[in-house]
């Protein structure tokens, strides 16, 4: 064996597992991704009920780092499952396969988390963070501000005369 087939994962022996007839899912195996995380995508996509046929997948150019390969190749992939009307952007990668398969791990988030019925509190998580990183108002931060300066006005008198 060749120094190549030992430290490539996609020697001849792995593709031929992949791609086998007997394999549920021919698309989620085609992943750059390990074997046991595309049967385990696949496990969790026939538990929720989600086909692969629902889905339909569209790409499109990514943005942000990555050089000129995201800025030229359509390394972003979106989602929709028809059913239920979800849409999912992934470009976290500068690779399409394995953004394909990040966003099916976002979708199915997303469906398992409508299905159990959280959407309402982590929609309240988002707005409580909203709410934090808004800008205070100027009566507001005249108020801290005035608080602080009598605060230190406080720590000052504390202090022994002879430590300025």
């Given at each position: 064996?060749?120094?190549?087939?030992?430290?490539?994962p996609l020697t001849p022996e792995v593709l031929i597992a992949r791609h086998s007839p007997d394999r549920y899912y021919?698309?989620?195996?085609?992943?750059?991704?390990?074997?046991?995380?595309?049967?385990?995508?696949?496990?969790?996509?026939?538990?929720?009920?989600?086909?692969?046929?629902?889905?339909?997948?569209?790409?499109?150019?990514?943005?942000?780092?990555?050089?000129?390969?995201?800025?030229?190749?359509?390394?972003?992939?979106?989602?929709?499952?028809?059913?239920?009307?979800?849409?999912?952007?992934?470009?976290?990668?500068?690779?399409?396969?394995?953004?394909?398969?990040?966003?099916?791990?976002?979708?199915?988030?997303?469906?398992?988390?409508?299905?159990?019925?959280?959407?309402?509190?982590?929609?309240?998580?988002?707005?409580?963070?909203?709410?934090?990183?808004?800008?205070?108002?100027?009566?507001?931060?005249?108020?801290?501000?005035?608080?602080?300066?009598?605060?230190?006005?406080?720590k000052a008198a504390r202090r022994s005369p002879g430590q300025e």
């Amino acid at each position: 064996m060749n120094g190549w087939s030992q430290l490539h994962p996609l020697t001849p022996e792995v593709l031929i597992a992949r791609h086998s007839p007997d394999r549920y899912y021919a698309t989620v195996s085609s992943f750059p991704v390990s074997m046991e995380k595309a049967d385990q995508l696949a496990q969790r996509m026939t538990a929720l009920g989600v086909q692969e046929a629902d889905i339909e997948e569209s790409f499109v150019c990514s943005g942000g780092p990555g050089g000129q390969n995201v800025n030229k190749t359509a390394t972003c992939v979106m989602l929709l499952h028809r059913p239920t009307g979800l849409q999912v952007k992934c470009q976290s990668s500068r690779q399409q396969g394995l953004n394909r398969f990040l966003a099916r791990r976002l979708l199915l988030d997303k469906i398992e988390a409508r299905k159990n019925g959280s959407v309402a509190a982590e929609r309240a998580q988002l707005e409580k963070i909203r709410r934090q990183k808004r800008r205070r108002s100027r009566r507001a931060k005249a108020r801290m501000l005035a608080d602080k300066s009598h605060h230190a006005a406080k720590k000052a008198a504390r202090r022994s005369p002879g430590q300025e």
